[in-house]
């Protein structure tokens, strides 16, 4: 029996476990849209093709198994931003590509375009499908390299006339590896030896903190952490912008590694005589591992899974190539520290919030702070309900009322965030797929105006699938986050081409059959958000606010010094 390319890639892809495919059907991808058909897997048709990139990536880093996107020759560029934030989180989600003619090739071929060389650099492996009885060993090699080691991105081309040309239905199947199941990928565990040197640098230490990165997320030892953490009396940090390994509500969690956004971290990391950082990098959200970040005085020690990391840490004072669970494992037999140190660390986050609180300009009824806004609609949400954030100054302030709204006690099923490169428009895909995979939870986004308006047609794959999300809108009227760097660098201290009409984002989703609520006072927040919870539609609920620079612009602009938060 033979069988089309596209269904070839779908038995194998069916093979390795993958779940979930999202998509902009065209005709280049139509056999393999088949055969997904065919195997029974379900497949999204979003309203473009980066939106189904964002809904790959919010699905593949909820789950931690490898989603698909899959779309045609003009729509890879689209998907391109998409693949772009999936490589900053290191989210191993499998692009493909339904490609020009490879009979053809360099021929000017209908849509042809050198997509396997515009994915390379934001991928860990980019190939175009050359021969098509090898379909099966090259979803084989994507789907271990996705997921080995630092994990990222893949990306496959499938030329248009291997995608419909006809092969047997077992192909190569006679060659090794016979069995093609998801498998589990390979753990580097650490050497005996480099494994003592860190636990005798930690063992002399009186006030280490930990410091966690996405690297713990991917092999699944946030629970490691914790435990480790809590038995050694150890203050937990987490990286900014990255996957949250903790909640907010546990004892040992402080809040994350920023001086800006979580003031006492500074002091954590300079009276800290060992920084153990895990899954992380020294990239420049760590000032590269250099003071006055990390003082010179602090011992710095790095353990990373793949050599890839470690050698993106060579600032280390000490690196240690390790999976993370199996460091945790060995951290924890240590004896614990007096409990002071942490207490110390517990004491300040109190104080920080009750500072931040008493902070909060005085504001009449009618003109709230986008830290209250925040805030609020986390009053109106519950234990293990899912906050999906997005926007620039939207997300610094929505991060700080997360700390503090968790050091209260709420308890959030997860966070989903923007990562290193702040893509704006990735909130209401990454709320979608969190609907996807928690239908029994309450999923809500607060979004910036800017940020709805970059990514807003994705909302209609949020009515198509029948996804009651809430949609909060942060709506100051324009790009505040940038109109505020530009009134601190600008000799006339003004702002240019930031600022937006006022639009009333409710109506636009009343006007698709869903819920739409317009706010203009703070008591009227947490009532507005909990109707759009009970309504059991997509939703909406646009919140006037009134713009107010963080801590973190505030902190890293000044005047005609510079012109951006770096």
């Not at 942060?474 to 601190?488: A, P, T, V």
């Amino acid at each position: 029996m033979k069988i089309r390319g596209g269904m070839l890639l779908a038995k194998a892809l069916q093979e390795k476990g993958v779940d979930q495919v999202f998509t902009l059907s065209g005709g280049f991808c139509n056999p393999a849209l088949e055969g997904f058909m065919e195997c029974g897997i379900p497949v999204i048709n979003a309203p473009q093709e980066q939106t189904a990139g964002h809904l790959a990536d919010g699905h593949t880093r909820i789950t931690r198994k490898p989603a698909v996107c899959l779309v045609g020759p003009e729509g890879f560029a689209g998907a391109v931003p998409a693949m772009m934030e999936a490589w900053g989180e290191r989210s191993p989600v499998i692009f493909v590509t339904g490609s020009s003619t490879l009979k053809r090739q360099g021929s000017g071929g209908f849509k042809e375009i050198d997509d396997v060389s515009i994915a390379a650099p934001l991928t860990k492996y980019s190939v175009s499908i050359t021969d098509g009885e090898r379909i099966s060993e090259f979803v084989d090699r994507a789907w271990k390299i996705a997921l080995g080691g630092y994990p990222g991105a893949v990306h496959l081309s499938l030329p248009v006339d291997i995608m419909f040309s006809s092969y047997e239905e077992d192909a190569m199947r006679d060659e090794r590896p016979f069995d093609r199941g998801p498998g589990l990928p390979a753990r580097a565990w650490p050497c005996p030896q480099d494994l003592e040197r860190v636990l005798d640098a930690i063992r002399q230490a009186q006030k280490p903190i930990i410091i966690g990165g996405h690297g713990i997320w991917w092999s699944r030892a946030e629970r490691a952490l914790e435990d480790c953490a809590r038995r050694l009396n150890i203050p937990v940090f987490n990286v900014p912008y990255h996957q949250k390994l903790l909640s907010e509500a546990s004892d040992v969690y402080m809040g994350l590694a920023d001086v800006h956004q979580y003031h006492p971290s500074q002091e954590a990391i300079e009276q800290s005589d060992v920084v153990i950082m895990v899954g992380a990098r020294l990239d420049n959200q760590m000032n590269f591992g250099n003071p006055p970040l990390f003082p010179a005085s602090t011992r710095l020690i790095c353990v990373n899974g793949s050599p890839e990391e470690i050698e993106m840490n060579r600032a280390a004072d000490l690196a240690l190539l390790s999976d993370p669970g199996a460091f945790f494992a060995a951290l924890g037999q240590l004896p614990p520290l007096a409990p002071d140190w942490i207490e110390s660390n517990r004491a300040w986050r109190a104080r920080w919030v009750e500072d931040m609180l008493a902070d909060i300009p005085e504001l009449d009824d009618d003109r709230i702070h986008p830290l209250q806004l925040a805030l609020e609609v986390q009053n109106a949400m519950s234990a293990g309900d899912w906050l999906v954030i997005d926007g620039g100054n939207t997300h610094f302030w929505s991060e700080i009322s997360v700390n503090i709204a968790g050091h209260r006690g709420l308890e959030l099923g997860n966070i989903l965030h923007p990562g290193t490169f702040s893509m704006l428009g990735v909130g209401v895909p990454f709320a979608s797929a969190a609907k996807l995979n928690n239908p029994d939870k309450n999923v809500v986004v607060i979004s910036g105006d800017g940020a709805f308006l970059s990514g807003g047609s994705s909302i209609e794959a949020a009515f198509q699938e029948q996804l009651p999300i809430v949609v909060v809108i942060d709506n100051n009227g324009g790009l505040d986050c940038i109109s505020q760097q530009q009134e601190r660098l600008f000799s006339n201290q003004a702002h240019f081409a930031t600022d937006f009409r006022d639009i009333p984002f409710h109506s636009m989703f009343e006007g698709q059959g869903g819920y739409g609520e317009l706010v203009e006072k703070r008591a009227d927040i947490v009532p507005a958000v909990r109707r759009a919870i009970a309504s059991g539609k997509t939703a909406c609920v646009n919140v006037k606010t009134v713009g107010h620079i963080s801590p973190i612009v505030l902190a890293t602009t000044s005047k005609r010094d510079k012109a951006s938060i770096e």
